[in-house]
């Protein structure tokens, strides 16, 4: 009777890892996800000097103004590149 209750517990153990490993692996990004964001406008949340973040298709990254030059809360930028995770942005024009 308590093998069968190990072995009951076991599965239902197993089961649930299993399911925390497929949702996991679902839920995964693309590696190539960034290229998609070249060129989107994105919003400045937190100042770039030259570091920073930005919010662009409703997620936060990590991002660095490309020329270097400090880049103001709430600014409008385009997304020009990567270095590794990090986005490198320009300042949009002003209409």
């Not at 190539?32 to 919010?55: F, H, R, S």
């Amino acid at each position: 009777m308590q093998i069968l209750l190990l072995i009951g517990i076991l599965a239902v153990i197993t089961g649930l890892a299993t399911l925390v490993v497929v949702a996991l692996y679902l839920h995964k990004k693309g590696a190539a996800g960034d290229i998609n964001l070249i060129g989107e406008i994105a919003e400045v949340q937190k100042q770039l000097d030259p570091e920073g973040t930005v919010i662009v298709g409703g997620e936060l990254w990590r991002a660095k103004s490309k020329s270097g030059a400090p880049i103001s809360t709430n600014a409008r930028v385009r997304v020009v590149g990567f270095e590794g995770h990090l986005a490198l942005v320009e300042l949009c024009e002003q209409l």
